[in-house]
Structures are given as C-alpha cells and as structure tokens.
C-alpha cells in the first residue's frame, strides 16, 4: 500500500518523552512502514477515503518522518521498545537495528511536577533559562546533523501535576518571560519544551493532559511566531468511544444519569498516574468531554484510573452508563475495551506531526483546531467559548481543512 | 415540558399490531404525556436543540395522536399493558382506562408468514381483496367515528418469514394488482395493509423487517397517489449502537475482524422471532448495515437472537467486536446493552407518525428518506443504490427537512 | 411453604444500624414472611435439603423473629424504608404498618469513627460508661416491654474507620475496662456495642467491618459469660462469589496474576464508604481472602468501592481476573454482577441471629466458628491461625454443626 | 519443578485426533516439560498441595508420556501446531523436532458421524472388523517400536452427530459384537476406537461428547478385561466454571430463573460443531450438569455455540444468570471467560491419561469414577443414577483415590 510520496524532504519529529511507549510505537511503526512490514491500519488518515486527499493537501508520507527527543531514562529506543513491550518478537527483531541508533537526549526533569516517574539522564544545568537553552541546542543539532529542514515536537511525557492556566504568570508573553528570567516554580518542563519549540520555529503538539501550550502566553507566541500549535491529551481509549456513544445517546435523547469509567493501565503512563496529582490532570480533561456533548451536566461522571501491572500496555476500560429512556424507564450500557494504549495513540502521534508541518507551510500559526479530532481537550483559538467534542464533527472538520489546502 | 401545539387538528394512528408491547407502550405514552406523567425524555425530536424546529416544521405535537389498530388477539390495550408489563404500577393505574378503550380490530392472519404468532381475532374474509376491503374500512370508521382528518398507518406487527422483494409479483403496480386479483400466496398480510393504507390515502410506515412498502409496486403507488411511504425495521438497541460505535471504529482506522452479536429477548416479538423463517427476515436487515458503514465486508459478522424468557419486554444485547490496529496488534470491545426494547421503540413510532404526517401536508408522495434515522434498513427513493446508515449523518438529513419546512 | 415452627417463644434482635437499609430489609422480610407474602428465596437455611435439619437442630423460625434497634436516624422503619427503596411498592404497602411500630433508640455517635453518616439522634450522656448504660437498659426495656426471652444483638452500622485490634486497650479484659473507665479514645461505638451485649447475656453478631468483637478482650469476656459472638463483615456479593470462583481455580491450577475487583454502591453504606477511613476498614477485610484462598499472595490484587448514587441499594460488582494456564499462556475472566446489597444481607442477618440464638442454648460461649460461611473475615476461636474461607467448606462446616445439635 | 519420577518405564498415549489442537498442545506440553521450558501452571495434580500425593499414588510424571495417535489430516505435529496457534514462537521453535517426528496413523472417517471434518488419511479398509484390526495393529506397532509397557488411548477427535446410547445395539457385549459383524451403520468411529482399545489392554477415555464408552457393552467389555475407561466431555472452561458458580448459589439458596450462554470458539472443534447433529451432541452433555447442580429443572438454560473464526484457539463464553433473592428481587450475573480451549483442556488430558494407568496398575476395571472432575457428564459405574457434578466434591472424591493408593 502507498499513501504517496508527499512534499519533499524528510520531517523531524523530536519528541518529549521518547523513551515511552508511545513514542517507541511510534518510531517503531514508521520503520515498519520503511521496511514494508506493517500495513496501513490504525492510521486515520491512510484510510482510502481520505488518503489521496491527505497527499494533496501536501501531508508529507509517514515514512519521510524522523524520530529523536528527551527522555529522562538514557536507554536507546530498541531497549525502551523490550521494556515496553508493544512489538511482537518478529517485528522486534525487524526493527532493533535502527531503533537503537535512536538514544534520548538528557531531558527536563521536575520531581514537584511528576513524582513516580524519576530517570537520572536529566540536563546538567540549572533555571529555566539552562532548561530552554538545552532544548534549543538539541533541537539545532537535530536539524543539522540529518539534515532536516523542518522540525515538529510533540510532548509524549508523562502527565504532571495540576497546574493552574490562568495564573497570572501565562496571562501574557510578558509576564512568562520576566517569570522563566525569575525560575518561577509554577513553570514546569512541559511549558518549558513548548516555549523553547516555538521559539526556535517548530510546531509544537502536546498529547498529554499537562498544561504546556493551552495557556495565553503560549498561544501568543505561536501566533507571533507563525508556527502552529495543538493539544491537548489525545483521545485514544475509553474518552474516544465516550465520544462516539454519547453523540448516538444524545441523538436518541437517552437521558445519562450517571457515567461511571474505570481504567487498568499498567505501562509507565499508569505508574505516573498512581500520583494522585498527576491523575488530577488527567481526570480535568476526561471530565469536561461528556457533559459537552450531552448538553447537560452529568452529576455522577466518575472516572477512576488504577495502575495494574498484569496487562502491561494492554489497557483495559470499562464503562457503566445508567440511562434513562420513555416514560422515565431506566436502562444500562456497559463497555469493556481490552485495547492497547500505545497502539491507538502512536498513530495519531504521526497523524498530528504530518498535519502541523502542513499547516506550518501554509502559513497557519497559533492554535490549530484543525486537530481537536485527536485530543481530549481541544485547543480553541482563544483558548475559550465552546469546545466540539462529537468525533464526527471534529472528522468533518479535518476533512475540510485537508480540502482547503488541496 | 410543553413542545408546542402544532397544527390544528388531530392525527390518528393506525397500527399493526396494536395488542404488541411497542404498540402498547406508544399508545399508554401519548396518554401519560396528556395527563402530564411522563417527561420527553427518549423522544429525539423533543430534545431541548430540535423541538422548537420540529414545530415550526409543522408536526403535530405528541399529544394529537389517537390510537387505533388491528391484532390477532381481541384483548383491550390495558389487558395487553399488563400482560407486555412495560409499564410501572402508578404509570398503569393512571391510562388504564384510557386504554380499556382501545379494542383492537380483527388482524389480517396468515400462518404461512408467521408461525409463531396465532390468535383468534382474525377477519373473517377470504382471499387479498376482501382483506384489503377490510383494512379500508376499518380505516373509514376510525376517521369517521373519532372525527379525523388525517390518519397515519404503522406496521408494528411480529416479523413475517422472508419474502423476495424482488419476485416479478412485486415489480410493478399491475402486476401487483393481477396478483391480488389471483389470491396470489407469495402476498402477506404487511403488503397488503401497505396497499390498503395508500390506497385510503394514509401514509405508511413499516416498522419491522417484514417485506411490505419496499418494493417497487407499493413504491410506484405511494408516489402516484402523493402519500409518503417510510421504512424499514426501527433501529432501537443494539443496531442502533453498531452504526454509531463503527462509524467511530472507521474515523480511527480500526479494522473490524469480526463482530459478534448476541440478542435476549423475552417478549412477543422474541417468540415470533423463535421461528427460522421469521429471524432470517431480521438478520437481513441488521446484516447490511455493518459492511456498509465500515466500507469494507466483514467476513465474521454473526448475529444471533435468542427467545430468552426471564426478562420480557427488557432486552440484553451482547456484542463482540474484534478489532486490529496499527502494526497489525489485536484489540477486542464488547458491549452489553440492558435496555427495554419497547421503551426505545415507541418514542421513534410517535416520531415517525408526526413526520410522515407533515410529509403529507407538505405535499410528498413516495420514500420519505429523511426518516432513515429510525430504521435498520432505510428505503431510498429508488430502493437501491448507497445507503447512508451512520446514525449522525442520518440526523443531519432530518434536522436539514425539518428546517427546509420551518 | 413452611420450614417448621422451631422452639417455644420469640426471639428479639436489637439490630446496631436499625434505620439503614440492610436492617430494614431484614425487619420487613419477616413481616413479609409472617403476611404470606414472600418465598424462603434467598434464605440459606430454608433450602430443602437443609430446612428440616436447620429445624431439627433447634432453630427459631424465621417469624420469630422481632426487631428493634439504634439508630443515628429516629425515622421509623416505614420512612426508612421508603428511603433505601429496598420493598416494591406492594410490598411496602404490605408492611408499613408493621415498620412504622418500630421507631429507632437513640444511637451511640462518635464522629471520629464515622464521618459521611452523621445523625441528629444519638444518645445524650458523655462517655463510653454511660453509652454502655444506654444500650443496656434499652436491651432490658426491649425483653421487658416485649416479653421475651432471648435477645440477639446484630452490628449492621455504617463502617467505622479502621482500628488496630492488637492495640494495648484491647489485649485483655482488665486493660479494656479501665480504658472504658478512662475514656479511652481508642474505643469506638462498636467495641462499646459489643460489650454491652455481652455483659447484659446477648450473643453478639458483627456483619461491619469495623474492628468489635474481634479483639481479644471481648472474646475472653464473651467465653467467660457463656455467650457466643460471631463476626466479621457479612459476605454478600461480590466477595462471595470471589471465595466461590478462587476456589475453582485453584482446583484447576489456573495461576491468578492479579485480581481487579470494583464496586458501585449508592446507599448510606456506599455514602460511608466515601470516607477514606472507613474504606480502609473495608477494603481489609476484603483483602485477605483472596490469598487465604488461593495458598498464595496476588500482589496485583485491587480492590475499589466507588459510592455512585445512580443505582441506589441496587449494588453493582465487576471484577477482572488475569490467569496463566498451562504453558504459561495467559487468560481473562470477568464477572459483572448486577445484585442488590440488601436483598442478599438481610437473609443471612435472619440465619445469623437463628443460629447464635441455638448456640446459646447449647451453652456454647466464644466464637461461633459454624457461621464462618456468612462472613468475609471469619473469626477464629484464638482469633489467630488459618481461616477457612472457601464457601462449600464453610457450608459443610455449618451443617456438621446443625447435625450435631439435630 | 519436580515432581517426582513416579513408577518406572514410561506410558504411551494413543491419541484419537492427534492433529487437533488439543492433542498437539499436550504432547507439546509434556516436551517443553522435559525440556524445562514450562512451569506446572494449569496442571491440577501439580499443585503444591496435592503433587506429593499424586506421586505416593503411583502416578507417572509428566515427563514419561510418549504420544502418538491417529487423525484423518497427515500433517506432522510440528505442522499441526502451526496451524493451531496455540504455541508462541518460542516454545514452537524449542519442540518442534521433537513434533515433527510424530506423524499420525491414518484415521476412521464416516462422514456421517462428523461432516464438517473431512480428510483424506483414513484407513483403507471397510466395515467395522477391518476398522478394529487397524487400530489394534497400530497400538501394537507402538508399544513394540516404541518400547512401551503400557499405552492409555484417549479420543479428542471431533465432535460426532447425537447417537443413541439406549438402543439394542449397545445394550450388551453379545448384541454388540454381531452388529459390529453386520456392519451396523448406528456404530461409528469413537465406539470402534474405545471396544479396539479395551480389547487391546489399553485404558479408554472419552474426552468429546461423542457416545463411545458410554454404553452398557463397552463398560461389559471393560469390566470383563480389567480395564479403565472414563468420560465424557473434558469439562474445561465454561462447564467448569458453571458447575463452580451454581454450587455457590444454591449455598445462598439464590434461584437460577435462567441461564443463557454463548460460546465462541474459532478452532477445528468450532468448525465441527458449526453442524448441528454435532452440536446437539455437545449441548446434550452441557445441559443437564445445572439441573442436577441446583436441584430444580432451569426451564430457560439455553446453551449456544458459534463458530467464530477471529479468536482461532482463544474461546471466549458469555454467560448471564438471572436470579432471584430474598423478597423476591430479581439480579443479575455475568461472566466473560477469554480463555483457551486447548490450554485449559490438555493439562487435564494429561492428568487423566496418568490415573488410568495407575488404575489400571491397581487392578481397577470399569468404569473410573474418580475422574469425574475432568468432565462435563461424568460415567457412574453402573451409567445411571445420580451423578456428582459439584467441583469441590469432585476434587475430593479424585484426592480420597490418590490418598488410598498411596
């Protein structure tokens, strides 16, 4: 299967996080595709309705994309991807080769904002200002030892603690730059890798639930800068189908009188999570989706997240929803999805990588709600006023922003 | 809650049926809904987003229907309330006068179509035309006794065996006419209460997979005469949930392997479908819908439904689904539906009799399409060519009539 | 169906919790069963291969059974169970006047054992002597104003949160009074319950659990006065079936690798459940089963109780198991049960309360090891050593006892 | 592990369907055993609690068993074990040697015992006599060739259409032997291969539904030759878990009001059951063990098997129970087994091949009932009165014979 050649040149794609298991799926899955061994599954936008539309709106092939990035473990990716365990033995074997010339750069690490998951491959230096400055040079001699034109990032790390985006320090790009010049403390690494991005012209996606670009001073740089950006947490699993069943409810008028989600998640995503600050973040963007899309507030929306080990990558979710129907007679829905996290996010991972490096070439820059398909939260342009979360609106929303640039 | 009062006037209802728990359950509904017991929870054109232009379209307002009909069992509806128990004890107490009221008509029997359903309150007559005069006169003293102007007809009669909808019987109206003339035994009852119903000038839906306005014949008369025809087999539970969960299945590229669909169903309806002939005629129509909106066949697509008496009228409905993502990995889904197959019938029956209604006063004769939303097995205009079957798509064409009539 | 009068006289049960919904269940059960009204379904000691030795062996019937009470609430049962919404509605009709004669005694409140269930209607005096005075003389009003003979003393209260049973205060009965005399905060209203009863020559039964008489100082005063005590933490649900199915996978030598186990609880249990104390209480005794049973330690053994009030008492179990069969290949099994956390108490109450009113004619004091089968955390006669936890060993225990005083 | 080396010489298992996925996981099994690549999980006399026992018994280990077998497909095992999947690539790579050096003797096909599983190795000859001496030179090439003492035959062949065990034919030895002489069509291939195997000195189970030893001549036979037989129907997933979870209701005096399960099962014994004759035969043996559980008929057990091609070897069961409890108040059980059908079934194969040999060591002919606990529809000795379906009594009757043998 060919999904075509796309524009010219090859596309860097540095990631925050790169030793995780998305990550590794990621590049993984790209070498796969090099190699002939993995077919086009998964990847929404290699489907044959949309395929020759994505070529022509000039999304660059999946195999012209080059992985690199931080991670605050020092092993190459070949060893990641058996930690992980997400390959099967034959395309472990198929792709170790050049996984293993992939070794993360020192990353940012801040145990105050993601306490479980501590590495000891982190930068030397000390302050904000270090923090970006490393960044910016990595990024720099990525660019130029392969020879890469253009360069996207895309934070994959590990979900940190609840900040607040609307404390004054992210009002405006002022008030960020004199607070990283003081190293304030509610400035944690996410933030840090979408400044430093931006500032050296990289469009900027952050799939994780952390704050990191959904804050003004963010956006207005991107704006400022022309250079795109996305977010925030992608929508693989459980939050992916509560979108799709509660469009259909609401069609129906089945009134939601309670939504309760439990997850099992045992990679290193859920050890994260077993922080209750980091699942704080994480239970803020699962939250707010439901009651959007019903057009009412669901009192009884619980969402648990619980670290258990035995399935390793293969999450499971599970979902009860207490319905109500005609004549006020009560109904139940339950789902269990035995997917795989890391399976369902990497190609999107890919999917966001070759939308923002298209839209970056067209011009487009802040917020690119082209996107909101892929995520949890989406990023409007304002960071305000109402958010679309029916994956068949997002969908004719992507198809028609391809279709302008083809 | 109060969703308008409509047109002058009220607007009967005919069914099929009418002793059955879905008929029961619309008509014990509409009573509830006069005497202010019942909210408008489960009725999709009642919903806070559409109500107000369901009514500047023109649809009579849910409390305008009167409810008459045919069944091969003479019980009145409060008898068969009881006997389907879909209703709780106060909501039974309130309209059971109302509905001691309603005595079904003799029904048109026909054991070679459907074995499993037998009464003793069958019209007398022999042979089609004398059935057909009997439909017609039934009709003519519900308009005449009840001082109606317009009368709509609803198949919600037990599924009868297959039937081919393309025998030359079937092909056009003469040949259909000569084949009544000659008692010809390939005709059942659902044909010819469709004939029956357009020739009387009343709009016709049919609610089950049964073979009756989907064939060019009836087509060819409903356009002739003006009246709109809708169809066909209501699309309540578990394929309600399938268009909508594979329609998110294809945005995400996830490929269906198998899926595996389990139905228990304890009421009328399941006994009838205890019998081959008649769950051949079901499984038809919910077999189509699946490789439709994937855009790909699946091989392994098994439904089963199985006569299941502990529950009654509340259905379960088990699915399996065998989905294969990026870099080839497997994934499974299943979804387990406690619901109330009559409670989500009827509020679709109301809908369905309001739209076909301002259909006819708007002046259009033949398919209506924009009801596709409500049925498993849409009638196009033409009774071939693509199907639209993802429920949001369904819903934009009705929001889109609504509005083209407001 | 009659399961045999039993011994002369009736038999009180003051019931700790009278107002919740477990208690009231068990009170208006009675009532249905004295009225006619209900089935010996659900009764373990009515079964017909037990009955007639359940009587042999000097069982009170189930109608001799009369309960009164504390309560945190002074609603009579009536309101009380019009809240919990247990009964159907003819039920409650049946009964409300039987339950509206029993108005709850004033309870023992301390918040610092039970924050979420906080009442108006607790006993005035301060310190544990007097509490201990109250229950007392409530108990000797109860036989008095009754006339009877024997009372039972049941704990069916709200989950006090979690206490070290190998505390000091509790290692013997000396170290116990003089910390009643101190005030002791260590001593919470169950333990104070417990003695109570004991003193005044009532056996003692602990269906919570909370820490009562299973510390060494009131099993040595329950030996010492001839009474017997039972306990702890009634096993209804979703742990019965945990003891039922690891039994069964052990036979098999199916490996558990982790054990997943969630709860959905929305009555005043679940409401207690919501404090991270009492959980904690809960949670523990929940816990060492699965290790007892399978003769190894799960370490991914996890254990959630969610309070979600769509579901009222109507309780909701579901477990994920993850297995390693033969040549180390790896399985799942899920149990979803949909029970209701009252219906499946109160019959045990009944057969608790039965059972330890036969011991104690039997002159047997101490431990009542024969109702291991009813509790999650069965106490032992030296409350140390192995405990048998599996279900059809446990029932084969208590039925050795019933032929023994058959 | 060890088990210890048990008696000396080692035991051949003559395997009816040796190709199938069953027989080739347990002759894998017992190779990846030799070579220390697998753990005892799954093998219930294996278990800590009970090895040492089995040992004192006089059962041979694991390792003494030497496989060999017919089947009516060629391939070797190495072969079969690719097509079955059962195996990962690792544990395939480590036994396949020693699975390509068992090539399976032709085998006795009539299609009309089992349409759906035709293949083209069967044995030359015809009529029944010329069948026998087939099957009885192959086991006497085996024993010679291979130096076997002693050979136990076991059938895990296909499921064949329903017989009728009670007809004159199988009545006694004499009316057996002339309807063998006569070629009579009502006996067919498991029937043949047990009186052959009996014949020939070797113990006899029956692991299918199929009738085989099940009737009156075969155990004459047995009985008169000092030889074990046992069956039938391996009771391995949802059996097994059905008779675990009835026997806890029945404690609770819970009362089944129905119980429908689904099975979907992808392998050679799915295709086989995809015909109905063969079906019947295998729901026939599924659907009496509840009865006889709970002590009342269930009216609404429905028992449905699909064949289901997504899962291969990876089973899957549904089963929902609905009960009713205390007052009358109806619940709900669900369980999902993802399992494995071979991986579940040949520990137990194993295990049962290793009894019969030390029964038959100990003298013991006729029927073994100590086996009961491997199947779904145990033999009693005299093939009628009541039949012990419980797990937990099961396992305690097969732990009495090991301890009076030991």
Not at 265 to 286: C, E, F, H, V, W
Not at 312 to 329: R, S
Request: glycine share 10%; charged share 20%; aromatic share 6%.
């Amino acid at each position: 299967m060919d999904v075509g050649t796309g524009p010219a040149g090859r596309l860097g794609v540095a990631v925050v996080g790169m030793g995780g298991a998305v990550a590794t799926t990621a590049a993984a899955g790209v070498e796969l595709l090099r190699a002939g061994l993995a077919s086009h599954a998964g990847l929404p936008l290699a489907a044959p309705d949309v395929r020759e539309l994505a070529q022509r709106a000039g999304l660059v092939d999946y195999t012209a994309l080059e992985f690199a990035g931080w991670d605050l473990t020092a092993d190459d990716l070949a060893k990641a991807a058996e930690v992980h365990g997400v390959l099967d033995p034959v395309q472990h074997r198929a792709v170790a080769p050049a996984l293993a010339a992939i070794r993360p750069w020192p990353g940012i690490g801040n145990p105050d904002f993601c306490r479980n998951v501590v590495g000891d491959h982190a930068v030397g230096g000390h302050g904000h200002r270090a923090a970006i400055a490393a960044i910016t040079a990595d990024l720099a001699a990525f660019r130029r030892d392969r020879g890469l034109e253009r360069v996207v990032v895309i934070n994959l790390a590990s979900t940190e603690r609840r900040v607040d985006p609307s404390a004054p320090v992210f009002a405006d790009l002022a008030a960020f730059e004199a607070a990283l010049d003081a190293d304030d403390p509610a400035i944690g690494p996410a933030v840090l890798y979408a400044y430093a991005a931006i500032t050296a012209g990289s469009p900027y996606a952050n799939f994780t639930p952390s704050v990191a670009a959904d804050v003004p001073a963010i956006v207005q740089l991107a704006r400022e800068r022309g250079v795109p950006v996305a977010g925030k947490d992608g929508k693989t699993g459980q939050t992916m189908l509560k979108t799709v069943l509660a469009a259909g409810l609401r069609q129906r008028a089945l009134h939601v009188d309670g939504w309760f989600s439990t997850n099992l998640l045992g990679n290193r995503d859920g050890r994260a999570l077993d922080d209750p600050d980091s699942l704080a973040s994480k239970i803020d963007t699962k939250g707010s989706v439901l009651d959007d899309l019903l057009g009412y507030h669901v009192e009884d929306h619980v969402v648990n997240i619980a670290y258990y080990r035995p399935r390793g990558d293969a999450k499971e979710a599970w979902d009860n929803i207490d319905l109500t129907g005609f004549l006020g007679q009560r109904m139940q829905l339950k789902v269990n999805f035995l997917c795989r996290d890391s399976i369902l996010a990497a190609p999107l991972v890919l999917e966001i990588a070759r939308v923002l490096d298209a839209a970056h070439r067209r011009g487009e820059g802040g917020v690119a709600e082209q996107l909101g398909v892929f995520f949890k939260a989406p990023m409007t342009a304002t960071l305000s006023g109402p958010v679309e979360h029916a994956l068949h609106h997002q969908d004719a929303a992507l198809r028609a922003w391809l279709a302008a640039g083809a």
